[in-house]
């Protein structure tokens, strides 16, 4: 499981797209947003907790195509399907390998981002934290769909229109955290709940989406 | 002994179906007209809210067929995945549509509705944003029906999607009621009609609900029916391909 999860990382980075993409996908969305409402500081220092949020779960959707796609073409699947290693660890180990390079760095840069829409000062310790806390369970929930879809041609559209709903609830707690963090409100409900999510995604899916990649590999 | 596994027969189940339907179809329409005609032409109109409060005898039964569309669709999808009876998951799929079309009729006629009373369209309520989530739900179940072409491996895929779906369409329901509520005042209406009401509205109102609970299965019948003939259509082809 730890070598499959190296060997994503660095096919990942070495490949390019996998650390560069989805944060200039992240940067590219928080540019565009003040173009989109103009450049009025107050309201953008409102709006920026739901457009960091928004920007990261696109970012994060980016790349899920290629989550079990790449394998599926060359037929690593098929080896890692026959190998001792349960499939439900390797979905999981796929998981935690896009979360790593492309959650993580989302975490990173988030502040930066948070700047430029004027985030409240007191915001940008949730939002870290709720990015952190928040961005493994849309690993995990896109992990699943990428395998739901990994047998249909050009499902990125699909993949799309399968995650996105599912991501409300995450999107939900994420954002009301940095939202109200930012308004100096206590937010650790919020985060709990989101950290619940989190927990229970990482917990369930994975058998989920081994359930699906095994219809695909039938 | 007849059990309900002996429908999961494809032919027993057409035998009956197409016994059914005609009787089925026929109490739908009954129930209907006279639900929707009473409700809309013999009941008064409400003080306060004029004759707009008539629309609920659509809107309310599609609402609550909507929901229950997508439970059926969970049971028949758990049927598949536990006992894989192919008629369960056609009727499954089957059953998609018409629950999208209610979910869509539920949300149209609450914003015909919402316009004069609540003067907008559309408001982030949580009660009308889990209904369009509901509706991006049935979206891509029915999306991901149609892009894989293997029908057990499209059944079994979107089974997971619905199991997977229904947990999260929960999820989602309560996490709208924390979201409007931690960002400002909780719904200003609530469409729990039926505890306050009063026996003239409610007796069309009891049509309706059954009108339309016999118009979902009449139509899911149909479509299973259909989805039935398509397979063994199918089959033909595929032999006639062989010969």
């Not at chain 2, 894989?84 to 979910?103: D, E, Q």
Request: aromatic content about 12%; charged content about 10%; glycine content about 8%.
């Amino acid at each position: 499981m730890k070598g499959l999860f190296k060997r994503d990382l660095a096919l990942a980075i070495r490949a390019g797209g996998g650390f560069g993409l989805g944060l200039a996908f992240f940067l590219i969305v928080t540019i565009l947003v003040p173009f989109g409402v103009g450049p009025n500081t107050a309201t953008l220092s409102i709006i920026a907790p739901g457009v960091l949020w928004i920007g990261a779960l696109l970012a994060c959707l980016l790349s899920l195509d290629r989550v079990f796609q790449v394998d599926w073409e060359d037929g690593s699947l098929d080896l890692l399907a026959t190998s001792p290693l349960p499939l439900e660890n390797v979905a999981a180990a796929k998981a935690l390998a896009h979360w790593v390079t492309t959650g993580l760095p989302l975490v990173v840069a988030a502040p930066i981002l948070g700047l430029l829409l004027n985030l409240p000062m007191p915001g940008y310790l949730w939002l870290m934290l709720s990015l952190a806390l928040g961005t493994p369970a849309l690993s995990a929930i896109g992990t699943f769909g990428a395998a739901l879809t990994v047998g249909v041609k050009r499902g990125g559209l699909l993949l799309s229109l399968l995650v996105l709903p599912l991501y409300v609830p995450t999107l939900i707690f994420g954002a009301l955290v940095v939202t109200r963090g930012a308004a100096g409100l206590d937010a650790t409900t919020p985060l709990a709940l989101l950290a619940g999510i989190t927990l229970a995604t990482l917990a369930g899916l994975p058998f989920a989406a081994a359930a699906a990649l095994r219809v695909n590999l039938r | 002994m007849s059990s309900l596994w002996e429908y999961a027969n494809p032919r027993k189940f057409m035998t009956t179906s197409a016994a059914l339907l005609p009787w089925v179809s026929g109490i739908a329409a009954l129930c209907l007209g006279v639900g929707l005609v009473w409700g809309f032409f013999f009941t008064p109109d409400d003080f306060r809210m004029g004759s707009t409060v008539k629309i609920f005898y659509v809107h309310v039964p599609s609402a609550i067929m909507a929901v229950n569309a997508w439970v059926m669709m969970l049971v028949c999808s758990l049927i598949w995945v536990i006992r894989r009876h192919h008629v369960s998951a056609l009727a499954a799929k089957a059953a998609a549509p018409v629950g999208m079309v209610f979910t869509a009729i539920a949300l149209f006629t609450g914003a015909i509705w919402g316009q004069p009373m609540w003067g907008t369209w559309w408001e982030w309520d949580p009660r009308l944003t889990a209904f369009l989530i509901l509706f991006l739900f049935y979206l891509g179940y029915m999306a991901l029906w149609e892009a894989i072409e293997n029908p057990d491996s499209a059944a079994d895929l979107t089974s997971v999607l619905c199991l997977v779906g229904s947990v999260f369409a929960v999820i989602s329901r309560y996490a709208l009621v924390f979201w409007n509520q931690g960002l400002h005042q909780g719904a200003t209406l609530s469409l729990d009609a039926e505890q306050n009401i009063a026996d003239e509205f409610w007796y069309p109102a009891l049509f309706s609900l059954a009108g339309f609970g016999f118009l979902f299965l009449a139509l899911v019948l149909y479509r299973t029916q259909t989805e039935i003939r398509a397979r063994r259509l199918k089959a033909l082809i595929a032999q006639e391909r062989m010969a």
